[in-house]
């Protein structure tokens, strides 16, 4: 008999779970104790009803406790991501962005993965610029990057273990589980501030309790109106703030960056190998919408982060990141470092 008894039953269940039965249930499923096709009818049940605070909480902690404690020597890094399943098709604005930002003067831990309910996860466009997927974590030149290029890649499935089969039958089922979910706030750098974008709006809230219960100080959680797990570029954003003393929601706009709105379809990518040539040819300087939506999300880290006072202040930072070549400077010292000898 299973561990879980009845937490986890034949069919997909209705009811929602507590954060302790949730966290012993993926606990099993983390430790290849349930099988993939119960595994599989459990992810769909949930996505259909809809994961709950509680749920996504257990699923974090069932994740982090597996990741070992480590000082990356960066307490004020910062990640920008997303849960993905926006289906917009959108490139990968915040993987592009986090080039822009640590050139700016922001240390930034990326933690990503491959694409399981999109056709590209920022881990296939970082593979595709030339930068090297470990298989193990390598805290050290975690570490090493960091203090070099300011920006380290953590590809997921070197911190999160997951078992044989598993990522597979995600990409199976095509769509967002809670693992899109619960992936972005299990970072294996257990960040102080954390940039999130969600496509639910529902989520906006719900990430913000369970990003401040597994130990961030400063956060924003968004959602672009037109469905974006990013700040958009063509329309309103809400952002949900988590920092010390009682948070906050806000809107903001692309005007607010000095920046003209564009359509999604503006903004559109493909595969690993498309989406790395957008990469290139924006830190290369390369105009226009795909461009503007980078520096939207560097100039908004650049703020959440306290380095600059306005938007416009940060997009004029980002422009000065990658017209000075300092941004595609990131990128080779990282294609480097990520190919480093010990590997």
């Known amino acids: 008999m299973s561990m879980l008894g ?16 949730a966290e012993r249930l993926f606990t099993a499923v983390l430790d290849g104790e349930v099988p993939l096709e119960e595994v599989g009818r459990r992810l769909i049940g949930l996505a259909r009803k809809g994961e709950t605070q509680e749920e996504i909480l257990g699923c974090v902690r069932s994740m982090m406790k597996r990741v070992p404690r480590f000082d990356f ?12 399943g926006d289906g917009l098709g959108t490139f990968n604005i915040s993987t592009t962005s986090a080039f822009v ?9 990326k933690h990503g993965n491959r694409g399981f309910s999109s056709r590209c996860g920022s881990a296939d466009m970082v593979e595709a610029l030339g930068i090297a997927l470990p298989k193990q974590p390598d805290f050290e030149q975690v570490r090493a990057c960091l203090a070099q290029v300011g920006l380290a890649y953590l590809f997921t499935p070197a911190h999160h273990r997951f078992p044989d089969g598993l990522n597979a039958l995600r990409k199976r089922l095509g769509i967002r589980t809670i693992f899109n979910l619960a ?3 299990a970072h294996p750098a257990r960040l102080n501030r954390q940039m999130v974008g969600v496509s639910d709006p529902d989520l906006l809230p719900v990430f913000c309790s369970v990003l401040a219960q597994t130990g961030r100080q400063q956060a924003w959680v968004f959602r672009g109106a037109d469905g974006a797990d990013e700040i958009s570029i063509s329309g309103p954003t809400v952002v ?11 809107s903001i706009v692309p005007e607010d960056f000095g920046i003209a709105p564009a359509t999604v379809e503006a903004i559109r990518g493909g595969d690993g190998a498309h989406n790395a040539a957008i990469c290139k040819a924006i830190l290369a300087g390369a105009p226009g919408p795909k461009t503007d939506a980078v520096l939207i999300c560097a100039a908004s ?24 070549g300092s941004a595609a400077k990131v990128l080779k010292g990282l294609q480097e470092a990520s190919h480093d000898s010990r590997r």
């Open 183 to 185: 992936g972005p706030l």
């Open 73 to 84: 020597g960066a307490p004020d890094a910062i990640d920008i991501g997303g849960t993905g």
């Open 240 to 250: 949900h703030e988590l920092r010390r003393g009682p948070s906050r929601a806000f």
């Open 6 to 21: 009845s937490v986890v039953p034949r069919e997909p269940a209705v009811a929602d779970l507590s954060a302790a039965d």
């Open 301 to 324: 880290a650049f703020v959440f982060a306290g380095i600059a006072c306005s938007f416009k202040e940060g997009v004029a930072r980002a422009r000065e990141a990658i017209g000075s």
């Open 101 to 109: 930002a640590a050139a700016g003067g922001l240390p930034v831990l």
